[in-house]
């Protein structure tokens, strides 16, 4: 009887362990149900084993036994090893990602901002279970940086309930939850999925102010020229942009976190330069993109140079030139000058894509300012390139010829500047105030506390224009130059990208050879073939 009920068990055991793989498999949902059932089922196979303790001893006592056991614990060793090297390797994960565009790893600013991550954040994934896989795999890799990463993958059909609770209607949907703070996303693309995370970590958008009403570039046109693009990326990473016109208002508006001016063709009026340097004073975030004079003319924007003067900075009357070979790498010709190197700032900080810059015009830092204030480089062209002085001859011939006598510049030249200092206007006020609180006891505002003024400056304004902005760094250093202004550091990094269409274009030459290794290879081995074949005969 007892035998009998050992037997019972030994084959029950062993059917619940297949259901329980079977679940792992089919039903991943299932797994903390298929994990006792597997507990329950190698119960009762071990029941069974120590109930035939006889018959095993027995056969032990046998020469083929033996031999049989001495193979099985060889077996179980290499098992072990291998169980082993599996376990070391998940405690010390490490993966590599050999494709061109890194399309299977996250983007450095996904990574960062997992790493911001201060509370656990949920991925909610509502799929068919046929489409979960898919989610699996995505949001492994945001799990795989971040141990607040928790991740739940749910069918709609089978858990209706969590489905309505999170108001889900259609399949394909990620609830991120952060913070009792929540965002929708229906791609798992990590763009998408990552503009998602900035927006439920950081629920209340900065706002950009482009200025308008002096030949700016357009915010809302297609075409080359226009500024669509990159307004859509501000708006990817969670910015508001809206237009303003200076002169319509007595000041810049209180919620503005950058104000942008991007490529004016004519000068600011004087209202809008005492506006502009009052705003900065107070210690206000502007970000210039400037391009060089016309033909014939020294200065388009005077009253724009002479306020950044005051600040250290200086615009220079002439356009970059860069006979190198880093602009073929682009299509750019020497008009067009690249950046393959920044000096170090945080905007710049493991950045290392190249820029490129139509019509630029050199920006630099002044030395010995009066005010004591210490503008920065943070872009600078390659030593193979000048500032060509004499616009109108290189206009003409479509290139230039350095000559330092005519007052040519020799590379590397600095392009894009920038300064952060504390704001004249407040610094002033808290002087003020700790003059008058002297004999008082009332503690004074701490330093840190002063707001700051922080100013970027480009010498070209092309270089995020919807015709440039698929150069690779472009975007990013743009970005990043945002970034640092509206004070949201941990934005710097390099950006999410969509996966790149990758074609292979060959000349008539190369075709030819192609053809020939594809067809005349094999030909040729098969004709040596045949005619081994018939000398053998």
Known sequence: MLQRLLNILGWLGTALVFVAVVIRWLKPEWAQYAIWIAWGGLGGVLLYTVGQWREIATMF???QARQGA???SSVLIVLGILIAVNYISSQQNKRFDLTANKQHSLSD???????????????????????????????????????????ELIDPAAR??????YDVTQYSTIILEYQNRRERVNSDLEPDLTNALIK???????????????????????DQSGYSTIVSTLERDNYLVESIALAQNQEVPDDASVLIIAGPTTDLFDLEIDLLRRYLNSGGHVLMLLD?????????TPGIESLLREWAIDTGSNIVVDSGTLGQLVGAGPD???????????????FNLLTAYPLAQSVEPMTGHPNGYFPQTIVETSGSSWAESNISELLENGEGIFNEDEG???????IAVVISANAPDAVAIEQATQENQENSSDEIADESQTPETRIVVFGDSDFIANGTLSIQGNSDLFMNSVSWLAQQENLISIRPRQAAERRLTMTAGQQSIMLFITLGVPLVLFATAIYTWSRRR
Do not use: C, W
Request: hydrophobic share 30%.
């Open 292 to 300: 060089p004079p016309n033909v014939g003319e020294s200065s388009t």
């Open 160 to 165: 209706p309930l969590q489905a309505r609770e």
């Open 200 to 222: 439920v970590m950081s629920p209340t958008q900065k706002k950009v102010y482009f200025v308008q009403g002096h030949g700016e570039k357009s915010l809302t046109e297609s």
């Open 109 to 151: 600013q996904t990574v960062q901002l997992l790493r911001d991550l201060e509370e656990p954040v949920k991925f909610l994934a509502f799929d068919r279970p046929t489409g979960l896989d898919r989610f699996r795999t995505v949001l492994a890799e945001y799990q795989y940086h971040s141990d607040q990463v928790q991740v």
């Open 70 to 72: 001495l193979a099985s």
């Open 61 to 63: 006592t046998r020469r």
């Open 336 to 350: 067009t000058p690249v950046a393959a190197s920044y000096p170090s700032h945080i905007i710049t900080e493991r």
């Open 408 to 414: 040519d510049q020799a590379g590397p030249v600095s």
